[in-house]
């Protein structure tokens, strides 16, 4: 399938302003990396506990900033999930001086934000002996319900934990009516208005992470990209030469950098899913730059005539119907993902998407124009062929 019949773009000519646009994306990422916000790193790295809460009705995110500040948790970053104020992520960290104590403290620390965010009425629910039917688990939710009908235990359990989670509540029961309507036998029912409430609040999703294993995934993801670019550096090393190595490698590292520095500029969360979608891009990215040496390679027999620059258009241009299907389709795969595959999967497919672009694009000016510096710096003697 050929989308280009016979392209002859002169990709080189424009190699420097490549370069140059290029320069100035990392440049600005890692700016803000060094001296701006810095990296967001999700507890999956830096430790700690995240909640993510949705609140049934407006909960502006100066109030909650003041709350969660008057329980001594001011520090705590806060990311809005949706417009609307209604759904936050907190992420709270153990104080520095706290940092060598043990899991149970991030434990305490996430329950301390629920607490801090519960309103007066939720409070005196609890105390009265209350459970809040928003924020039981099922096995405490099963266990309460089994008191009185213990046949009926596991599929009201059931019902009550799909009903907060289907796509219509979205975690939130606002009225008991809403449990009727999913074929709870009434006496059930009954049981459930006497001994919980309907809180103000649902927890979504809590993650914790003790400090000592945070450090350690960080050491791991750092070890895996580095072992991952230094196996490729002598796979490539050996399949073509030396400057192709050293190309790639460096185009991947520039595909890195930017997607690091993007996720800066847009303050996402860099955490393991995200550390899997670079690793990804990785792949793709050296996938794509090595059918372009491969025909760089071929080229360098057939086509002894051109100058190494438009040898290099050729090889482009010739795989360019290639290239284009195939980060097309790969673009159109992870755009659905990212639209649609909800918020679990959103900072992984952003990842890809970043990725992709980033990488076809690499692929085109990055390798081939580090292969002309190689080529007029060290001069070989050989050439660049095999």
Not at 189 to 200: A, H, I, P, R, V
Not at 296 to 316: E, H, P, Y
């Amino acid at each position: 399938m050929q989308i280009f019949k016979k392209p002859n773009f002169k990709f080189m000519k424009y190699k420097f302003i490549a370069l140059a646009i290029s320069a100035i994306v990392i440049g600005i990422g890692w700016t803000n990396i060094i001296g701006g916000k810095g990296l967001n790193t999700g507890v999956d790295f830096a430790g700690g506990t995240l909640v993510q809460i949705r609140f049934i009705s407006v909960f502006p995110i100066e109030q909650l900033r003041q709350s969660l500040g008057e329980a001594g948790l001011g520090s705590s970053k806060i990311q809005e999930v949706e417009k609307g104020e209604r759904e936050y992520i907190i992420r709270t960290m153990l104080p520095e001086d706290a940092l060598d104590q043990e899991l149970e403290a991030h434990v305490l620390m996430g329950n301390m934000v629920v607490n801090a965010l519960k309103t007066q009425e939720d409070q005196s629910a609890v105390d009265s002996g209350l459970l809040d039917l928003n924020v039981i688990e099922r096995d405490a939710l099963r266990t309460l319900i089994a008191e009185s009908f213990p046949e009926q235990a596991d599929a009201s359990a059931d019902a009550i934990i799909n009903l907060r989670q289907s796509s219509e509540l979205k975690g939130i029961i606002e009225n008991f009516d809403q449990l009727a309507q999913t074929g709870i036998d009434n006496q059930v029912l009954g049981t459930l208005k006497d001994k919980t409430f309907l809180g103000s609040m649902t927890i979504k999703r809590r993650e914790t992470v003790g400090p000592q294993v945070g450090q350690e995934l960080r050491e791991k993801a750092t070890q895996a990209t580095v072992w991952a670019l230094i196996g490729m550096l002598i796979y490539i090393g050996i399949r073509f030469k030396f400057a192709y190595g050293v190309a790639a490698i460096l185009t991947l590292a520039h595909d890195v950098l930017v997607t690091i520095g993007i996720f800066s500029l847009t303050n996402r969360e860099i955490n393991l899913p995200v550390i899997a979608a670079i690793m990804t891009i990785v792949g793709y990215s050296l996938n794509d730059t090595i059918v372009i040496f491969d025909r760089v390679r071929d080229n360098l027999k057939t086509l002894r005539k051109l100058d190494f620059s438009s040898l290099l258009d050729a090889s482009i241009n010739q795989t360019l119907s290639r290239t284009v299907i195939t980060s097309g389709t790969t673009l159109l795969t992870v755009v659905t993902l990212f639209i649609f595959g909800g918020e679990v999967i959103n900072d992984f497919a952003f990842t890809m998407i970043i990725g992709v672009i980033t990488g076809t694009y690499s692929s085109i000016y990055m390798s081939c124009s580090l292969l002309t510096f190689w080529k007029k710096i060290f001069k070989p003697k050989k050439g660049l062929g095999r």
